[in-house]
């Protein structure tokens, strides 16, 4: 596509970048129709291809974002759809990532707008952080029909309380800084993010991870440094502070891949992955040592069913008789481009394993989405749900926290895979399930 | 009437056609007139035929092309194709059995009227295969649309619009059509002494199975018993037909014999037999002889059995179904009470109908087709008026005054 | 940039009243005016040409197209209706003084009859979700233009589209049952139903292709078809262009006409393979993708007599697919062909020329000399079976002497398909792009019986205006 940058303004290199993207457009729509909020809205404005075209005018315009430019974007879940539909390549991602930059930099949102994201990207990076306001918004949560309907505030926060989960929300046993050596030898030291909002809300899902994999005779080691991917706050165009987050892990990980070695380092919350992945990218213009070392921590990122099909993964118990229903999250299928993997595996613990129809589309939590955006994320949950239920599963695995606690409530027990694959290999149940067939050992 | 014009060739029909415009001088349009009898009766001062515009103008074989004048006899066409082991894809009928005529047909008058036999329903209509045009408008132009080539979306598809206007947009002077290798073999399952919703069913699933059907009809035992290659089954009889490499067709009459099985006992027609039913289906002539009117009916297939029962039920009508109910062929008495229980049984299965044959009384009087809703009948005098401004081509033959 | 008609100065002049108008007749986002908001919506899938609209509308049922249309067309506003926006003639372009119409939001599927074997559905419903509402059961909506994921069954009704599997079954005219349209002046009419052949004018025919310049389609009935029990390509390289063409014509003499029969060239291969990964053959001049359907035997007996007549032409290789993920990588190889291109080139122009296939070799020849002389690079893409030719003239939209030149070279190659006895366009239809040169095909007797027709159907040429007829004839109407 046609773009009319000035050659002073190519010199800014994340116009460069963006530039290049906007050439391999050529335009052609096949994006639109994978798109979920065009699906949903029908507005080529809430399409790819219509927020490429209102990007492109507003970076060559070199003018402030307007309230037009950013409410289309906002509106975009970063469920990378549009990549795996692109027969171009267009990285839809690094543009989208470029103009919440300048959105953020250049456009003055509502107060309320301003004071939610504050409050998102103050907290949920922040285990501590998170469960105390986790532990606040349940006793809110009763509150919630009080909230004042009308304002965008309030329908907000009404959204946040119906997230917070329900019950006690336990603390992982296994997940702090240290290393979990391997059951008898030792075929490969992995590091393990061990992540933020999903140790808070689930932490079930990194005590199954650490479990099975010393088991299958993998050393984990939870570097100290690491934490928040830089996810989060990338996604709102909060530039200097996602840098801080992925420079911190690569710092972390750097000593250990340089101490005892890394064969890998696993992901088991798919929307970290898709970033990890990125690091490199994200350096591309920092000093050369720090570009490499970027390189090399996302050139060794795995996501934990990607892992477990490089090493080999079998179940020990009897086949359960469940039917799941996979549900892709967008940052594994789209993002990573991680679409068998879990199928696979599943499918080898013994599980029945059916897909949903419209598996492309987001269920509408994708990171902070579901939250800043509740009435298009609701939509979108419960097209989910429906789709789900046609195929008459008996629960829902996902690859990602996000989505698991998106689709929870909807009648239908979810469980992250990793989970399901630890109990089949001799973990204890997943809560919420029967509990599990007895081992055999001959498997 | 006075004597019927008869050109040789294009620039006459040009120039008979000029002078008639500037005339106001109405004509009626034929080839060699073997459908005259359809639809409404024209008012015309004089005729003018085309058949002495005839001869194959272009053949290529590789190319899947042929292209005649349209005066040409399609029987010649059909010999001249069938030399090189192709056929024409939608099957034209002869319905000068029914229609009670002797003159062969042209090829302008099988465009003119679209007709197409049993294998519309897998490959299309005539109207689906026609390239390209050259004809005539009443205002004595030559005009040309589509061409010689296989795809074409360049403007507006006069070559569709042309097909089935009965003359009365313009007068066709040149076709090319597309043609197919015609198939090595040809195969019939059978499946005798079935009612006719059964056997509209058994239609349905045969069409909805992997075997690629390329016809299906249902004949009640009066009908099939006079067809000789189905007579000696002496029932009701729904048919199916598959086209294509002997192995082809050997494997898959066997299969659709094993998915019938559940409708009722299944016969199998071989190649011979099964070219004379469905050539008799093709040209109706389980109707050959019948007193009367005719009518062709078209329908969701599903509706066919109650469209069929009630004008059974009416007017004791005789009748047999082709493109797997889609088409009824009726009989009957020429009188407007019965066209009136075949317009509502039509009407009642969401469907059209066309009175193909009856006396000029009635096809004068009767909606021989369909009258269009008040928006699209302005449509249709509009575009009449933009071929045929002074309505000198076969006025009166669709619709009174268009 | 394309020339188009002056704006009517007196629409410009009204255009609050005009979008105030529109938001009386549609909900609050169905409306859009906003500058920012319009350039999104200023260009389809022909990117080169760009014009924002006076207005977006988005209605969201027949009823409100129509009373969308009947306040357009009494205010004197033209009209350009848009599906997905995927054409490649330009023909979704818009005008300044123009009121885009997007059906987009008409997405719903209204009825599936597996008896009497056709669907409903409304005129934004993507191609492929035809067939995806209907798979389980084993049936498939015929017609499968590359662009099936995204273009919509409304626009595929306004451009007749195509696709690599049309040899066999079919362009979109020959898959049509029923129509909903409505006339510019906001009346709704039905045409057909679920019947075939309706009596009376074939309206479904002359609508199909009309390119949005008769009335807007807002319902389609389409024939659904019961899939082959599986299908199997093959992949057949060549030395030389003439000897692939060569073996078409043999395959189709032989009496097989197999369900797909697709013509790449060398730069084509290349360009397809770096994106699919679907093992084409690099070394090759020429390679055919040949597609039978049927039960294993009936595809090995067919593919056996094909693989013989192959043989006779001195192959470089000839591979059968062998599972069902070797088949889909080939076939996303083809079907991801002008996007591939997109990633060896900024930008391309698509022609869509047909030709008479016994000409293929020389028109190649001859298309190769021309991107000598215009120091252009071009790859073939030719649906061999039926003629239809796609050469992808490459440039850079950067670089306006490039674009000018890749104009006079895409003219040029379609008045050499017109030339030796072709047409202008196949499937992509006539749009923008090629308007100007519909008098190298047709002679001004036949493009004003055309032009009439219009008038009949739109006698102020409100739809679509300054597409398909020369822009003399728009220019001609105005005044
Ligand atoms: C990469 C690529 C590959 C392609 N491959 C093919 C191919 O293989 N075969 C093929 O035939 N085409 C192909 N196309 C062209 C294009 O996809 C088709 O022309 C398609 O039918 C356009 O559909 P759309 O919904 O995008 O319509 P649009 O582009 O929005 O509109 C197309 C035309 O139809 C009119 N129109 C749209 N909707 C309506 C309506 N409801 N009522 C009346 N008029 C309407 C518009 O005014 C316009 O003139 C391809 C395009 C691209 C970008
Ligand atoms: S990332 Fe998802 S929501 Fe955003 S434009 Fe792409 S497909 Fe649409
Ligand atoms: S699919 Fe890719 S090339 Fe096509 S419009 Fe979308 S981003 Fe651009």
Known sequence: ?443 | ?402 | MIAQPAPKQEVLARRDAIVAGLRRLLPESGVIAEPIRLRPYETDGLAAYRQPPLAVALPETTEQVAAVLRFLHEEGVRIIPRGAGTSLSGGALPMADAVVVGLMRLNRILAIDYADRCATVQAGVTNIGITQAVQGTGFFYAPDPSSQLACMIGGNVGMNSGGAHCLRYGVTANNLLGLKIVTVSGEIIDIGGAHLDAAGYDWLGLLTGSEGQLAVVTEVTVRILRGPEGARAMLAAFRANEVAGACVDAIISSGIIPVALEFMDRPAIHACEAFAHAGYPLDAEAMLIIEVEGSPAEQDFLLSRIREICERHDPISLKVSQSAEESAAIWKGRKGAFGAVGRISPDYLCMDGTIPTGRLPEVLRRIGEMSERYGLKVANIFHAGDGNLHPLIMFDANDPDSFARAERFGADVLRLCVEVGGCLTGEHGVGVEKRDLMDAQFTPTDLAQQRRIKDAFDPLWLLNPSKVFPLVETLKQAA
């Open chain 2, 1 to 402: 009437m006075s004597e019927a014009l008869a050109p040789a060739d294009e620039e006459g029909v040009v120039t008979a056609l000029a002078e008639a415009y500037d005339a106001g001088v109405p004509l009626e349009i034929s080839g060699r007139g073997s459908k005259r009898g359809m639809l409404r009766p024209v008012q015309a001062a004089r005729g003018l035929s085309v058949a002495g515009h005839a001869g194959i103008t272009l053949y290529s074989p590789q190319e899947l092309v042929i292209a005649a004048k349209a005066g040409t006899r399609l029987d010649e066409i059909e010999a001249a194709v069938a030399a090189h082991g192709q056929h024409l894809i939608a099957e034209p009928p002869d319905l000068s059995g029914v229609l009670g005529v002797r003159a062969p047909q042209t090829l302008g008058g099988v465009v003119a009227a679209n007709l197409s036999g049993p294998r519309r329903i897998a490959g299309g209509a005539t109207r689906d295969h026609v390239l390209g045009v050259r004809a005539v408008n009443g205002r004595g132009e030559l005009i040309r649309s589509g061409g010689r080539v296989l795809k074409n979306v360049t403007g507006l598809d006069l070559c569709k619009l042309l097909s089935g206007s009965h003359g009365t947009l313009a007068v066709l002077t040149e076709i090319t059509l597309k043609v197919l290798p015609a198939p090595e073999r040809c195969g019939t399952v059978t499946l005798t002494g079935i009612d006719p919703t059964k056997g509209v069913a058994a239609l349905s699933a045969a069409l909805g199975s992997p075997y690629g059907v390329s016809a299906a009809a249902y004949l009640p035992a009066g009908a099939a018993a006079r067809v000789p290659a189905l007579a000696w089954l002496g029932a009701a009889v729904a048919l199916v037909r598959v086209e294509d490499f002997a192995p082809s067709v050997a494997y898959r009459t066997e299969k659709l014999r094993q998915e019938l099985a559940r409708f009722g006992r299944t016969e199998l027609l071989d190649d011979g037999a099964s070219r004379n039913a469905w050539r008799a289906v093709r040209d109706a002539l389980p109707l050959r002889g019948e007193e009367g009117a005719i009518w062709r009916v078209s329908v969701r297939p599903s509706a066919a059995p109650a469209a069929a029962a009630a004008v059974v039920g009416a007017f004791g009508a005789r009748w047999f179904m082709d493109w797997g109910g889609g088409l009824i062929w009726i009989a009957g008495p020429p009188s407007e009470a019965a066209h009136d229980a075949v317009v509502a049984a039509a009407r009642a299965g969401g469907g059209t109908w066309m009175l193909l044959r009856a006396p000029d009384g009635l096809r004068a009087a009767a909606s021989v087709i369909p009258q269009e809703p008040p928006a699209l009948a302005r449509i249709t005098s509009a575009v009449k008026a933009a071929f045929d401004p002074k309505g000198i081509l076969n006025p009166g033959r669709m619709y009174p005054g268009v």
């Open chain 1, 1 to 443: 596509m046609q773009t009319s940058f000035t050659a002073e303004q190519l010199r800014d290199p994340a116009i460069a970048a963006s530039n290049q993207v906007l050439r391999t457009c050529v335009h052609c729509g096949f994006c639109t129709a994978t798109c979920p909020t065009f699906v949903l809205l029908g507005d080529e404005l809430d399409s790819p291809r219509g927020r490429i075209y209102l990007i492109k005018d507003m970076l060559e315009s070199g003018r402030p974002a307007t309230g037009d430019v950013a409410r289309h974007v906002d509106r975009c879940l970063s469920c990378l759809s549009c990549m795996t539909t692109c027969p171009s390549g267009v990285h839809y991602m690094h543009l989208v990532d470029h103009a919440r930059t300048v959105i953020e930099e250049t456009f003055r949102r509502p107060w309320h707008d301003r004071m939610l994201r504050a409050l998102l990207a103050a907290v949920l990076p922040y285990p501590g952080r998170m469960r105390a306001a986790l532990a606040a918004a349940r006793l809110g949560r009763p509150f919630a029909a009080l909230v004042p309907g009308s304002t965008t505030l309030g329908r907000r926060l009404r959204a946040m309380l119906a997230l917070a989960p329900r019950g006690q929300m336990p603390r992982s046993t296994l997940d702090g800084v240290r290393t979990h050596p391997a059951e008898g030898t030792r075929r490969a030291r992995v590091a393990l993010l061990a992540g933020c909002a999903q140790r808070v809300l689930d932490p079930g899902i990194n005590d199954a991870t650490i479990r099975l994999l010393t088991r299958l005779g993998v050393e984990v080691v939870v570097a100290r440094g690491a934490g928040c991917c830089g996810a989060l706050t990338h996604h709102m165009g909060r530039h200097a502070p996602a840098m801080a987050s992925a420079r911190a892990n690569i710092d972390a990980w750097t000593r250990e891949i340089e101490g005892d070695g890394l064969d890998a380092i696993v992901v088991n919350t798919s929307g970290c992955g898709t970033t990890l992945k990125d690091y490199g990218f994200m350096f591309r213009t920092g000093e050369a040592a720090l570009r490499e070392r970027a390189e090399r921590v996302a050139s060794l990122v795995a996501d934990i069913s990607e892992f477990l099909v490089r090493i080999g993964y079998a179940p020990t118990r009897e086949p359960p008789g469940l039917t799941v229903a996979y549900h892709a999250a967008c940052s594994l299928q789209h993002g990573q481009r991680v679409t068998e993997a879990p199928k696979l595996l599943l499918r080898k613990a013994g599980f029945r394993v059916v897909e949903p129809a419209e598996g492309h589309l987001c269920c509408g939590s994708a990171g902070t989405y579901n939250l800043l955006q509740p009435e298009i994320a609701t939509r979108l949950r419960d097209r989910k749900l429906q789709n789900i239920r046609t195929t008459a599963p008996d629960l829902i695995a996902a690859g990602n926290i996000g989505c698991l606690t998106q689709l929870a409530g909807g009648g239908l027990p979810t469980v992250h895979t990793v989970a399901l694959l630890d109990w089949m290999a001799g973990g204890p149940a997943p809560a919420g399930l029967k509990p599990a067939p007895p081992a055999t050992g001959t498997r």
